[in-house]
């Protein structure tokens, strides 16, 4: 199997920063595409961010851009999201997603991390 563990959620004042990080482990071949979603209550899950493989190539949502910054360690199988000048609607629940190729399999797996809360509040 593989496990995707979310960390570095929490309080912070409007205008403060977060970085959260997503490690990837289990019987791991390789990691394709990785990317951070965020579902806010009553809202539906929508993308924040992604990066590619080599991390040659990002994208983001239009509401994070220059704000928010995804990179990722292949070294370590794991992405991060730099949050920064964040705003009361950055508050949602955030996941990050990898998708996957086990060892001694062919096809690519998407995968979910069980969620962080980040609250922007004063």
């Known amino acids: 199997q593989v496990q995707l563990v979310e960390s570095g959620g929490g309080l912070v004042q409007p205008g403060g920063s977060l970085r959260l990080s997503c490690a990837a482990s289990g019987s791991i071949f390789s990691i394709n595409a990785m990317g951070w979603y965020r579902q806010a209550p009553g809202k539906q899950r929508e993308l924040v961010a992604g990066?590619?493989?080599?991390?040659?190539?990002?994208n983001y949502a239009d509401s994070v851009k220059g704000r928010f910054a995804i990179s990722r360690d292949n070294a370590k199988n794991t992405v991060y999201l730099q949050m920064n000048s964040l705003k009361r609607e950055d508050t949602a629940v955030y996941y990050c997603?990898?998708?996957?190729?086990?060892?001694?399999?062919?096809?690519?797996?998407?995968?979910w991390g069980q969620g962080t809360q980040v609250t922007v509040s004063s």
């Open positions: 990066i590619t493989r080599d991390g040659s190539s990002t």
């Open positions: 997603k990898a998708d996957v190729r086990r060892i001694g399999a062919t096809l690519v797996v998407s995968n």
